[in-house]
């Protein structure tokens, strides 16, 4: 169903339809356009670019290209071309920046030295700079221009692809602990690589160049001096620097955790601060949240202290090696060793010379974040999934919707087991209900038939093919699956009905609807079925939100069904839908009902009572009654409940 562009089918529209046709064809939610803005919106619409579906083919097996391991090496040559545009501007910055101090020196030398007087040296040394200023300015554009859009696609198809693999995983990755560090994989790490990517490597390639520029320069002017800079000066800065880069590494990680610390126990206050205050724990809390905030202030300090160890430090070693070359070489100049000009540019050079290294230790951290997140995000697409479709796997054709358990043992933990020697067999068209205690596998089954998991031993088949041997999207294809609680997703409702077929016209979605009986509350809706669904459809009920997934699965028409029964207490009168509905989702398909109400159970072909992980029983409500087993124990307390119940509403 489409935003934009009338996709409901214009003006005409269904009985169940609200709203008018501009307000639906705009996919506005509200009641509409104003007739005086028509004509501005039709304008705007006929801007609009066609943004067609992209040409993506999603498989179930990752292709060799993906499966390459992710590099910060491959991730750059991604986009050789802006790579390369990227690195010759890289080089151009770092030459022709250190231009100034060698012309500088030629304008002293050659055009306001005693007896080399020239205005017109000077005038061209000035213009010369001018356009190094110039050039190098526009090549800093260009750079950050082009390495902001490599860093972006970059950025982007990485994205794309964690976000794939994702939905390739199997279900068991998807445990509740996991959607946290998922979600900091796709934010912090992808942030950090997109920071040293677009600006991090770069100043770190032209600090470096620069120093590799000006080093070579300092030999060119003058051996004695740059030898003395190089030999005396540089090991006593690269040593301090070495030394603040592994302390403030430490102090880093120091705070890092603190800050972690202060929130996960400001977040567990704030969360539990009714048991807190129930308890009296106040106060309790009040000091461990001093220890915290404590150490983070600690570790604040331990890096403040560095700092101002660092900083100043490396500007005394540059002042110091500064006074004794000035020492040196005002002298050389007095001895008519070494030029006025030369001795100027030298100091220029020697300025510029300190500052890179300052720079390329604070890169460091940057380049060092980066990697780490490479190495999280190439962990994360490394691993498997633990439902792999076989590589000789077949299309299952359309299916008659048999389905036997051969067998079964399965565990989530294979050293736990969760279903032992499960056999069963569903009739094509048959409707089974699964019966039993909490924790006892009923949802474990169904989840076997839909293959979001594989049975440790045994087979589960489907038609006589095992679940392994054929496609999952094929298999899927015919599986429709309403989960206890629907999840509705962003977008209108009709969005929400065709799931999972998108490309459903109006006319078979409207008949989904009348199917399940979900006339009535459509037509409630402002917008019918173009009304936006909010934040997962909380301002819907879930009686409604529960016919809304039935319509889905209709709409779908899977051969195979499993529903798995809402818990939740649902009004009578929505009950009462809900069952009817039921009834003709189940006719003429085979169906898996995982029951929480006898009333359920009770209409199902066969009831199998499930208990720790076996099947204690099989058979019809009444034969199952008749046998005085374990479902006529249960049948009997319901009743008994029911009765009670009954009784109390006629006497209230
Ligand atoms: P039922 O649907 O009958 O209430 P389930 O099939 O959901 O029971 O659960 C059967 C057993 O498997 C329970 O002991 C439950 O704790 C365990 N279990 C369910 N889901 C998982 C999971 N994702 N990981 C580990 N154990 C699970």
Same mark, same amino acid.
């Given at each position: 169903?489409?935003?934009?562009?009338? =996709?409901? =089918?214009g003006g005409g529209g269904g009985p169940i339809m609200g709203g008018n046709a501009a307000g639906r064809g705009a996919g506005l939610p509200f009641g509409g356009i104003p007739s005086e803005l028509q004509d501005g919106v039709d304008t705007l619409l006929a801007d609009e670019p066609v943004h067609p579906d992209p040409d993506?083919?999603?498989?179930?097996?990752?292709?060799?290209?993906?499966r390459k391991r992710l590099t910060l090496t491959r991730l750059l040559t991604e986009y050789p071309r802006t790579l390369i545009w990227a690195s010759i501007l890289v080089v151009v910055i770092s030459i022709v920046a250190q231009l100034g101090p060698k012309l500088t020196e030629i304008a002293i030398n050659d055009g306001m030295s005693p007896g080399h007087k020239s205005m017109l040296v000077v005038a061209v040394v000035a213009v010369v700079y001018l356009v190094a200023v110039l050039v190098t300015s526009v090549s800093?554009?260009?750079?950050? %221009?082009?390495?902001? %859009?490599?860093?972006a696609w970059v950025m982007n198809d990485l994205r794309v692809k964690v976000f794939t693999h994702l939905q390739r995983l199997s279900l068991d990755f998807f445990t509740e602990e996991k959607a946290g560090v998922l979600m900091s994989r796709m934010t912090s790490d992808i942030e950090n690589l997109q920071q040293?990517?677009?600006?991090?490597?770069?100043?770190?390639?032209?600090q470096g160049l620069t120093m590799v520029v000006i080093t070579v320069i300092l030999f060119l002017t003058n051996v004695r001096l740059a030898f003395i800079t190089v030999v005396l000066i540089?090991?006593?800065?690269?040593?301090?620097?070495?030394?603040?880069?592994?302390?403030?590494? %430490? =102090?880093?990680?120091r705070v890092r955790d603190g800050i972690a610390n202060v929130l996960a126990d400001l977040s567990e206050s704030l969360h539990g601060v009714r048991i807190v205050t129930a308890h009296?724990?106040?106060?309790?809390?009040?000091?461990?949240?001093?220890?915290?905030v404590g150490e983070y202030r600690d570790a604040n300090n331990y890096t403040a202290q560095i700092n101002a160890v660092y900083g100043p430090g490396t500007q005394l070693i540059g002042v110091l090696?500064?006074?004794?070359?000035?020492?040196? =070489?005002?002298?050389?100049?007095?001895?008519?060793q070494l030029s006025l000009g030369a001795l100027v540019a030298f100091f220029l050079y020697l300025n510029r010379f300190f500052q890179p290294i300052q720079l390329l230790v604070q890169q460091y951290n940057t380049y060092q974040q980066g990697q780490a997140s490479v190495a999280k995000l190439r962990q994360l697409l490394d691993t498997e999934p633990s439902v792999m479709e076989s590589a000789d796997a077949v299309e299952l054709g359309n299916i008659r919707g048999a389905i036997s358990f051969d067998h079964v043992d399965f565990g989530y933990d294979p050293a736990v087991p969760v279903l032992e020697d499960v056999n069963l067999r569903i009739a094509p068209g048959e409707t089974v209900a699964f019966v039993g205690p909490t924790g006892a596998g009923k949802s474990t089954m169904a989840k076997l038939v839909t293959r979001f998991y594989d049975p440790t031993s045994g087979r589960v088949l489907i038609d006589g093919?095992?679940?392994?041997?054929?496609?999952?999207h094929s298999l899927r294809r015919q599986l429709g699956v309403v989960p206890q609680e629907p999840f509705l997703f962003a977008g209108t409702v009709g969005d929400n009905i065709s799931f999972a077929r998108p490309d459903a016209t109006t006319a078979e979605i409207e008949e989904a609807v009348v199917a399940v009986g979900l006339t009535e509350v459509i037509e409630r809706l402002g917008d019918g079925l173009d009304t936006v669904v909010h934040e997962r459809g909380q301002s819907l009920s879930s009686g409604e939100r529960q016919l809304i997934a039935l319509a889905r699965a209709f709409l779908a028409h899977p051969r195979v069904l499993v529903l798995d029964e809402a818990t939740s207490n649902l009004d009578l009168q929505s009950e009462t839908k809900i069952e009817a509905a039921l009834d003709v989702l189940l006719e003429n398909r085979t169906a898996v009902l995982i029951a929480h109400r006898l009333s359920t159970a009770m209409r199902a072909d066969r009831i199998v009572v499930v208990d720790e992980g076996r099947i204690v029983e099989i058979g019809s409500h009444a034969e199952l009654v008749a046998a005085g087993g374990r479902y006529a124990e249960m049948y009997a307390t319901w009743e008994r409940q029911a009765d009670l119940e009954g009784h109390r509403a006629i006497t209230r």
């Open positions: 169903m489409a935003w934009g562009g009338g =996709g409901m =089918g993506l083919a999603f498989s179930q097996r990752s292709s060799d290209q993906e800093q554009r260009a750079q950050v %221009r082009a390495t902001g %859009r490599l860093a040293l990517l677009q600006d991090g490597l770069w100043q770190f390639a032209i540089l090991p006593v800065l690269i040593l301090i620097s070495l030394w603040f880069r592994r302390s403030s590494e %430490r =102090g880093y990680d009296n724990r106040q106060r309790h809390n009040i000091v461990h949240h001093r220890n915290v090696g500064q006074a004794a070359l000035l020492a040196i =070489g005002g002298n050389m100049v007095l001895h008519h093919f095992d679940l392994r041997e054929v496609t999952l």
